[in-house]
Nanobody
Framework: QVQLVESGGGLVQAGGSLRLSCAAS????????MGWFRQAPGKEREFVAG????????YYADFVKGRFTASRANAENLVFLQMNNLTPEDTAIYYC??????????????????????WGQGTQVTVST
């Protein structure tokens, strides 16, 4: 069993930054790719970013546009999502998820939620105008 717990969400003004963290317990994450997804009210869950097990490969949704950076600290079993220049459209619950793969070969693969077998409970991010 793997437990994932996100933190770092909150209320921020447009243009501001937040750093989300995802802490894992129950199993080391160093052999698995990790992903970040989000879900806004009334919308479907969507892929935000993914990072390979070694941290040497990253994938991002188009709407990120260079504003977000996914990273990880395997020695601490932590995964991060640095979010800069936030807009109200980024308001959503953000989830981290563990992939069943060590690395994804494409963004298409990394964005497919069916590859992910464990999910956190989510952290709310609210961006005000």
């Amino acid at each position: 069993q793997v437990q994932l717990v996100e933190s770092g969400g909150g209320l921020v003004q447009a243009g501001g930054s937040l750093r989300l963290s995802c802490a894992a317990s129950g199993r080391t994450l160093s052999e698995y790719a990790m992903g970040w997804f989000r879900q806004a009210p009334g919308k479907e869950r969507e892929f935000v970013a993914g990072v390979s097990a070694a941290g040497d490969k990253e994938y991002y949704a188009d709407f990120v546009k260079g504003r977000f950076t996914a990273s990880r600290a395997n020695a601490e079993n932590l995964v991060f999502l640095q979010m800069n220049n936030l807009t109200p459209e980024d308001t959503a619950i953000y989830y981290c998820a563990k992939s069943g793969l060590k690395s994804h070969s494409s963004r298409h693969s990394a964005s497919d939620y069916r590859f992910y077998d464990y999910w956190g409970q989510g952290t709310q991010v609210t961006v005000s105008t």
